[in-house]
């Protein structure tokens, strides 16, 4: 039932079309671009993903990990309470960096993550939200 209300969203693409990648916005035959969660096609190509995961290892091994009593810089919850927002088999900290230049920003749970990958890392937008929340 409930899959049915997601079945006109642009994610959900028929055999033989094609897709635009978010990442570098070219137009490619969906065989170029993985699938997620129950075969949704991922917002970016496979090429992109490749490359988006070089990044992220390259980070890791830069920067150390968090301390034990790390808490995230935004919602401030420790690793226990964080802990299953990325699912059961991720760490409770994903590194947080700037998506233009690839430099680290810092750890943050994965839901702070998200929410800021949500709004494409705009502070315009992000402020146009906090005033959003804050006039209801």
Not at 6 to 17: A, T, V
Not at 80 to 105: A, L, M
Not at 117 to 125: E, L
């Amino acid at each position: 039932m409930q899959l049915k209300l997601f079945e006109c969203l642009p994610n959900k693409i028929k055999e033989g079309s094609n897709k635009k990648c978010t990442k570098c916005n070219e137009i490619k035959p969906l065989d170029a671009f993985g699938t997620v969660n129950g075969g949704l096609i991922r917002p970016e190509c496979r090429k992109c993903m490749n490359e988006m995961v070089v990044i992220r290892n390259k980070l890791r091994k830069e920067n150390p990990p968090t301390p034990q009593d790390y808490v995230c810089p935004i919602c401030r919850q420790k690793a226990e309470q964080v802990k299953d927002y990325g699912g059961k088999r991720n760490q409770p900290w994903v590194i947080d960096h700037c998506h233009t230049s690839n430099e680290f920003r810092g750890w943050l749970c994965h839901r702070c993550n998200r929410g800021l990958g949500s709004f494409g890392d705009n502070v315009n937008c992000l402020q146009r939200a906090i005033k959003y929340l804050e006039s209801s």
